[in-house]
Nanobody, 123 residues
């Protein structure tokens, strides 16, 4: 059973960039879709982006389209989320999950959640 570990978060100024990593242990991403979600304080998990591993097809939420890029590294079994032009409203705990279904935007469709990595965008 795959378990995921997120890393790469931190404090960044508005307009800055960060790259998050989602690493798999105990399994691989083969036949899976890997998604990033984020959760701001007092709010539920919201879909950010998903990558279908077999052909690297990405899909993004409207709020991050054009600013974030999701990608995968087969050799390292890692999914990245490159975040550019960050805004204060991007501040949240970012976590990743896997699903056998692609284009699912609800957290209940995913499993293997890690503890997340905090992203704070502030001047």
């Amino acid at each position: 059973q795959v378990h995921l570990v997120e890393s790469g978060g931190g404090l960044v100024e508005p307009g800055g960039s960060l790259r998050l990593s989602c690493a798999a242990s105990g399994g691989t991403f083969i036949n899976e879709a890997v998604a990033w979600f984020r959760q701001a304080p007092g709010k539920g998990r919201k879909f950010v982006a998903v990558l279908r591993w077999r052909d690297r097809s990405p899909f993004y939420s409207d709020s991050v389209k054009g600013r974030f890029t999701i990608s995968g590294d087969s050799a390292k079994n890692i999914v990245y989320l490159q975040m550019n032009s960050l805004k204060p409203e991007d501040t949240a705990l970012y976590s990743c999950g896997v699903s056998q279904d692609y284009l699912r935007v609800v957290p209940d469709a995913y499993r293997g959640w890690g503890r997340g990595t905090q992203v704070t965008v502030s001047s």
